[in-house]
């Protein structure tokens, strides 16, 4: 039957109750992986400091920090305490 062939057979433990195979601890396991590998590259105080660093760079140069991208990462680098690259600037600037 199809049903069969999608579920995975039970098996018989050494007590006589019927188990499922270990792959749903893998799964389990898999997803506590994908929760850990997840980590935060802007802290909340490197996003403030973005806010304020186009905020700053449009009252002293008098442009859009987004019309001159590597003027603006160059001027906001410092601001910000983790080490960056400008695409992962520009793709935060996007994001929300």
Known sequence: DAKE????KKKV??????????VEEVKKTGEDAKKQLF????????????????LDYSAKKGA?????????????KKSI???VTK???MDKIRSP
Do not use: W
Request: hydrophobic share 40%; glycine share 6%; with cysteine.
């Open 5 to 8: 062939a999608k579920r995975p």
């Open 13 to 22: 433990g050494e007590e006589g109750l019927a188990t499922t195979p270990a």
């Open 87 to 89: 695409a992962q600037m």
């Open 39 to 54: 980590q935060r590259l802007f802290s909340e105080d490197d996003e403030i400091a973005l806010l304020k660093g186009m």
């Open 64 to 76: 859009d920090p987004c019309a001159d991208m590597n003027a603006f990462y160059n001027f906001v």
């Open 81 to 83: 305490h983790t080490d």
